[in-house]
């Protein structure tokens, strides 16, 4: 009894002395942990966000996507599911599960090897948080005590959602929100049970156990999983059989769902904040609002990639883009090689299978087999140079063969597809859309194809020539300066001496180097001819020119006054263009073009809010503060210059536009430049200010007749088509404008019963502008006296 005695006393004094060294070291221990502290308001790494005007997805960046939800948007087979793989005791334990502790120590007596054992949720928590991956005891045993320490922290439903948050779950999916996406494109709410399962059976291997890189280990983990649910009475055998029999998905949606495509905007936003946050812009979640409208942008869209295509068309067929008539014997390698091919601007990869003269059987990327005939391809002669190609093609084998791999347009209209022969364009362009009042982008298309053509976005990079289309800002001056519609300008040659250098003179001329001697000034805007323009610059001053046309804020400081600004001689980019048309659009205030409204992150809420525009008739002209747009000019000339924008549209060289749209609240102006370089169109109606540009990045000729009118003035019509508000009736004029009746051969005031008179608008506010004379029967008395008497 003795020696049983003293030995119980060993063994509480062993006991005692083991845990006052577990103590010990605890306390040892215990001082070097981090604080736990900042779990309860963790800062998770995700993706940089970029959204339309109302909430839709532009653009993600960021190498980790991670959504973050909270416990209570968790539906309950998700945590079931994980639950029952990797911690069925998570709601019992204290955050150290010492049973699977003890069978962890078993395995490592019996075989000698460390390998991770009864690691329970809350210690992935610890080591995903805090700790490192290296297998030690060291490192074990802080797990184990930083996990004792957040489950007396943190509510077991607070832990669970840090960990569905944090884990790494392949293809750059963090947390379980991103998974779904991934892999089922699904919200959590949308998961079946099999799904569900498979996502708790990816944090053991994520990049080798899930259903895309590894089917067979993806559904042997799964079954485990669901296994472990039965078992734990989570789900019953009827749901488990239905769900073992459930497949698995096939692909990756490794990319967000994207709502509205404007990639060129979307990297406009990602430069600018890289710019300012550098790197950690793409992991701190930042959120941006754009004023990108996704109706708009569709439209822009479509419009430009259209009128490109119709140019392209009218050029010539440059061949096909390769040979693959070696390939065609395994259809189905084809179909595989095509599936590698990205699509271009909505065009489709497709190789001609077989050719005859009266159709093609060809096999189209992920649609199988088309059939073309001859009115797929009847546009196809062979390109020869911008300015000619050969016949038109008679059989559809003159155009194509066995082997060629080619492009395809697809059209949707009437609900049948219908297939037609296209290339990827040469020629580039660009489409820019404003809110007038307040500068606000509504759409922006800075090339044919982002991701094909480049990241060079023509809307704010491409600096071109603007040609006539600079022609208003200059006629806006000439308003300023007396000058009115019915004024008569000579239309005739004119040499203006140095007027290339020293030495060597310029001899202006009209489109078709035709003339026309007198002209009012609103037909000579309306025909856009040149000398007219040269003669008013001319009465103007080169300077004053200058001047004037820095009021719309277009970028005049490397410009120099000469005479050729009339004729858009200096260069500009398409949102210059744009943003100086809004001048006329609005009544006369300049806007500074915007592209984000808001910028938040989840840690510091809204970062960054564009200020509200509002018009300003009192602040000076240079203002920069981007809430005012200063009154650069009067509202009497901003709408005189509506009007004549309205009568190029009307029956000038903008007159497809009303062909196409007739309403009469449109207006603008084409641009050619020289050798048809480059072809605009920047036009207004209701609401909406938006320019079009066509070109070659390398600044080579588009061809003959590929004016403004014709190259550029389609896309312009597309877009405006699906944009417009229903006509609201003619615009009031504002104060101090009045109507005349004159003659439109001279200009000069008649009576309303001349046979050939015609309305025209003066403005009374203008001290320097002059009613036009009347004709012999009038009255007598000077132009002043003779308008206050009338009005």
Known sequence: MKLIKILSYLIGLGLIVALAGLGVLYHLYNTQL???????????????????????LIAEFGDQRRFPVSFDDLPPVVIDAFVAAEDDRFFEHVGVDFLGLARAAVELIRTGDKAQGGSTITMQVARNFYLGREKTYTRKFYEILLAVKIDHAFSKEKILALYLNKIFMGHRAYGVKAAAKVYFDKELSELTTAEAAMLAALPK?????????DPERALARRAYVLGRMLKLGKIDQAEFDRAMQETLPGQLYTTSTIDTRAPYAAEMVRRDLLEQYG????????????????????????GLRSALIAYDRRHGYRGPEADWSDRLADQDALAEQLADLDGVGGLLPAVVLSADAKEAVLLVKERGEARLGLASVDWACVYRSV???????????????????????VDADGGEETYRLAQIPEVTGAFASLEPRSGAIRAMVGGFDFFHESEFNNVTRAERQPGSGFKPYLYSAALDHGFTWASMINDSPVVIEDGVREGIDWRPSNYGRSFSGMRRMREALTKSVNLVSVRLAQAVGPQGVLDYAARFGLPVEEWKPTLSMALGSYTLTPLDQVAGFAVFANGGYRISPYLVTETENPDDGVVYSHPGVSVCDDCPMDTVDPSLAPRVITPQNAFLMRTGLQSVVRRGTGVRAWRALERADIGGKTGTTNDQRD???TGFGPDWVATAWVGFADNSELGRRETGGRAALPMWVDFMRDVLPPPQGEEVPPEGIVEAWIDPETGRRVTEDHPDAIREYFDTTNPRAELPPEDASAASGTSREVMENLF
């Open 34 to 56: 981090p604080s736990i502290d900042e779990l309860g308001e963790v800062r998770y790494q995700m993706p940089m966000q970029i959204h339309d005007r109302e909430g839709g």
């Open 205 to 213: 291997a994520p990049s080798t156990t899930n259903p895309v890189s």
């Open 279 to 302: 790197e950690q812009a793409y992991s701190m979640g930042l959120s941006v609002q754009t004023t990108i409208d996704p109706v708009a942008q569709r439209a822009a869209r479509a």
């Open 387 to 409: 300015d000619s190609c050969g016949p038109k093609p008679q059989a559809v084998d003159q155009v194509l063969s066995p082997g060629d791999l080619v492009r395809l347009e």
């Open 679 to 681: 072809a605009w169109f």
